[in-house]
């Protein structure tokens, strides 16, 4: 949760309007009743900044943070009477960022310890956005217009950054600990400091987010502790800068950025794998895994043993 | 059969001590065990069909033929049909010369633009000429009503130049007909020529014309109304894009009015904005509603300061903010813009600003890129408004102490929506200017009291017409490729009715297009799109909730596994034991046989 609230304050001080981003949070740590600082929620141990403080919009909290609302959020398939500000209001043109932060694993992502997404149901996602804003283009490539990066290669496992003692949980994790120390160094009115990062080109807060760079992949998962899998895509690179020369009001202003944040780390949840909880940690063992898992598994082997047992009998 | 032979004869009675039960036996072997397993299993297989039947996938079936026709198609033909009247001109041209050389004129400039709305396919002109003493026409090919003989003569003209409305709805009481757009040229006056273009469906050119070489100035003059005025609506190319289209896929647009104080402790600023909606905005929205359904909102908002910085500049007396810090003036961190209620979910809004600026940054002036003063002190941003810094007046020689309490004058007010009004036409992709330069020399443009004049207005509805097909036929196609990639997906009845009534209402586009009737043909290609937007975006269609093979395959194998199994190996182990005991009856029945 302190992942996505640190990159939300980031987005927001970049120049993001909150009716630009959609904040997915599983919000049940500020005020859980084993929180020392409640209401309070912390990305560093020297507890220096609250980022569960004022000015935070969540558009959907607790159970309402689950598969399909994430991929109604992203088609834009909604019931009729779901509000404006739940709607991802993208158009053609507009860049869109995606950043994702809980457990995860190789083509799939947990949702609340309840809940999986498969890989395959995320890229059909992603397609349909870029074909809704892409279908005056000419290639349809799968992925074209797409970037995506994460906080670990297949197979690589995706560790936190430090532990909060304090606390007793480790407070961010380190793929989000050096993005943000990346963000803390653009300035937004000043064209130089990302010039000097990255590659050429424009201007606009919005833009400078938009030229935010990198590479891909959802990582293997358990055990994965505070790791965060964090896929951040981003499509449509084509900057666009308009300009009409006239009498009457000249330019324009940025194309339209809408942030699509999410976290779906449930941190007191009763199967959180045993190798997950670290030592230090003041919270009690608690034997768990079980059948999270929905496949084919569990039937193959029920399968397997009916016939063993039906074989013997013949 | 029952197990007690009948009676044999003694030497009989030792052949069963010689029988070996496991290879012989005397009595046929019973079917009852085969006959009950497999009677289970042949009922089994029998309900088979039934329950793949019941785990089908309803999927209402879209016509995917017509679809891709239209995909590939989707474009709308507008019939041009034009006039050109020539009045006061003594060397008597022949209307026929002139209506070839106006013809060539006008497929040279409509030769690189092939795009929907031009008028590529049907085009059809006819020359008057009108003077004293004669007058002579072109037939034209389909009898509307053109021009008739000696309506309009050279002494209605006033040549002053002064009264261009005058001109205007002279020409209009006479010339005033639907779809038909007209030229007037009139030899007089004092020197040069000068163009101008009303508001309703014709221009005029009054100039005085002697020689034979300036008939083709006159000729290209002409050519260059019709085609860069009544086809394209002033713009470059024709070609409106997609940033100008402000409208929501439900055809409806919400405008939102907001003022803005930026410092409510210096002053605070109201505005009578119902009078200003009854007055200035209702006539627009009743004009531009074969476009789009628009809704107004208003309101007054406090403590919402800028988040881009301006400086002082002793030349213009005022604080001074640039091109540059464009970007940064919407502080959308303290503007709460978006707070409508009317918007539904797929309705476009409009947000309209008018900034009040703080006692410290007063008077506040945009730089322009060239070094003036903006006189509008205003910006846009496509697809999102416009932004009109309005300066209080008196505000540097004011005290700022006290806050007090104002209403915007009516003039003001009236100053502040012409700008906006300007802003919403440039929104639309119109120029504002009321000069356009083109190539055959400049053309005067007379603005219209309902923001739009009558032929941009058709412009606007053919542009739309044809976004919007365009916009029909590529989401029906994405939907089309979407449900036949997923051949596990439901498709409920509601959203193949979407689709056929999509397909119906884009037909009835294209037919009201190719008949001329610009409005209609706009709703109808609005009604299109909208309804295809409903099908492709129904929240039915979600890949997570697609019985997908393996969900089928997990909740029915428990069930239907293990007593298959069982079925299936019991009538398996039945006929091979039904078989063992025959073999062994027809041993013993060979073996009697040969001892007999």
Not at chain 1, 194 to 206: F, I, K, N, R, V
Not at chain 2, 304 to 318: I, Q, V
């Amino acid at each position: 949760m302190a992942n996505t609230l640190s990159l939300y304050r980031t987005v927001k001080r970049l120049g993001i309007p909150d009716e630009r981003i959609i904040l997915m949070l599983v919000d049940d740590m500020a005020c859980n009743a084993r929180n020392k600082y409640p209401a309070q929620v912390f990305n560093n141990e020297n507890h220096k900044l609250n980022l569960y403080g004022d000015n935070v919009e969540v558009d959907y909290h607790g159970y309402e943070v689950n598969a399909e609302n994430f991929l109604r959020v992203l088609t834009g398939r909604h019931k009729a009477a779901v509000p404006r500000s739940k709607r991802l209001l993208s158009d053609e043109g507009s860049h869109i960022l995606l950043y994702m932060t809980g457990h995860g694993g190789d083509e799939f992502l947990k949702f609340q310890d309840s809940e999986e997404l498969q890989s395959h149901d995320l890229a059909d996602a992603i397609q349909g956005v870029v074909d809704n804003g892409g279908h005056l283009s000419s290639c349809h490539t799968l992925f074209s217009g797409v970037l995506a990066i994460g906080s670990s290669m297949k197979g690589e496992n995706s560790y936190s950054h430090h532990l909060d003692s304090d606390v007793g949980v480790s407070v961010v994790d380190r793929f989000t600990f050096y993005t943000l120390a990346f963000f803390e160094k653009l300035n937004m009115y000043d064209n130089a400091s990302l010039s000097s990062q990255t590659s050429p080109d424009p201007a606009g807060a919005s833009q400078k987010l938009g030229i935010f760079l990198a590479w891909v992949l959802l990582s293997h998962n358990p055990p994965l502790c505070f790791g965060s899998t964090a896929a951040i895509q981003q499509y449509r690179m084509e900057p666009k800068t308009l300009s009409w020369p006239g009498i009457l009001p000249i330019p324009v202003y940025s194309t339209s950025v809408t942030v699509v944040l999410q976290s779906f780390h449930f941190l007191q949840s009763n199967s959180v794998n045993v190798n997950c909880i670290l030592p230090n940690r003041s919270i009690p063992k608690k034997i768990g895994g079980g059948m999270e898992v929905l496949g084919f598994s569990p039937i193959l082997l029920i399968f397997l043993f009916y016939i063993s047992i039906l074989i013997g009998s013949l | 059969m029952s197990e007690i032979s009948p009676e044999v004869p003694d030497n009989r009675q030792d052949a069963p001590s010689h029988v070996d039960p496991n290879s012989t036996r005397i009595t046929k072997p019973g079917v009852k065990r085969l006959v009950l397993t497999l009677s289970v299993l042949f009922s089994l297989v029998l309900g088979f069909p039934f329950l793949w039947k019941s785990v089908e996938i309803y999927r209402s079936s879209l016509p995917f033929g017509e679809i891709s026709e239209m995909e590939s198609n989707p474009s709308l033909s507008f019939p041009c049909r034009f006039q050109a009247v020539f009045i006061n001109f003594n060397s008597n041209p022949s209307p026929n010369h002139l209506q070839l050389s106006i013809l060539d004129k006008i497929t040279e400039l409509t030769s690189n633009s092939s795009q929907c709305g031009a008028c590529a396919n049907d085009l059809a002109l006819s020359v008057t000429v009108d003077s004293i003493s004669s007058c002579t026409q072109t037939h034209p090919t389909d009898n509307s009503n053109y021009y008739r003989c000696g309506a309009i003569s050279a002494v209605d003209f006033d040549f002053s130049n002064d009264d261009d409305d005058g001109v205007d709805e002279l020409l209009e009481s006479v010339l005033g007909v639907k779809n038909v757009y007209s030229v007037v040229v009139v030899n007089g006056g004092g020197e040069g020529i000068r163009a101008v273009v009303g508001k309703y469906r014709h221009a005029w050119i009054v100039g005085s014309v002697e020689e034979e070489e300036e008939e083709s100035v006159l000729v290209s003059r002409v050519a260059e109304i019709f085609v860069k005025m009544f086809v394209n609506g002033g713009t470059e190319n024709g070609l409106i894009h997609g940033e100008f289209m402000p409208v929501g896929a439900d055809r409806r647009i919400v405008l939102s009015f907001n003022l803005l104080n930026a410092e409510p402790n210096d002053w605070v600023y109201d505005w009578d904005f119902q009078r200003v909606d009854e007055t200035l905005l209702a006539p627009i929205i009743k004009v531009l509603g074969p476009i789009a359904n628009i809704s107004v909102e208003s309101q007054v908002l406090y403590h919402t300061p800028k988040s881009s910085f301006s400086y002082w500049d002793e030349k213009w007396k005022s604080y001074i903010f640039s091109t540059k810090d464009l970007p940064f003036f919407v502080n959308s961190n303290e503007w709460h813009l978006d707070t409508s209620i009317a918007a539904g979910g797929r309705s476009k809004i409009l947000q309209f600003v008018v900034y009040v600026p703080s006692a410290k940054e007063c008077p506040l002036s945009l730089l322009l890129p060239t070094g003036e003063i903006s006189k509008t002190n205003g910006f846009i941003s496509p697809m999102w408004g416009g932004v009109v810094v309005w300066n209080p007046p008196g505000c540097l020689n004011s005290e700022t102490n006290h806050p007090s309490r104002h209403t915007m004058s009516r003039e003001d007010l009236q100053a502040v929506f012409e700008v906006f009004m300007g802003q919403f036409r440039q929104l639309f992709g119109l120029k504002s200017n009321n000069l356009y330069i083109g190539a055959s020399g400049t053309y005067h443009l007379l603005p219209s009291g309902k923001g739009f004049t009558e032929w941009e207005l058709d412009v606007l509805s053919r542009q739309f017409a044809c976004f919007n097909l365009h916009s029909c036929a590529t989401t029906l196609g994405s939907l089309s490729r979407l449900v036949q990639s997923l051949p596990r997906m439901i498709i409920m009845d509601e959203i193949g009715k979407l689709v056929q009534f999509s397909l119906e209402a884009a037909k009835l586009a294209q037919s009201n297009a190719s008949l001329g009737d610009n409005e209609s043909s706009a709703v109808s290609s609005g009604q299109a799109r909208s309804l295809a937007e409903d099908a492709f975006f129904h929240p039915s269609i979600m890949s997570i909730s697609y019985y997908s093979f393996e969900h089928c395959f997990a909740i029915y194998s428990p069930f239907f596994l293990p007593v298959s199994m069982h079925v299936l190996l019991a009538a398996l182990r039945e006929w091979k034991r039904y078989k063992q005991e025959k073999a062994k009856y027809t041993a013993w029945k060979a073996k009697v046989k040969v001892e007999s």
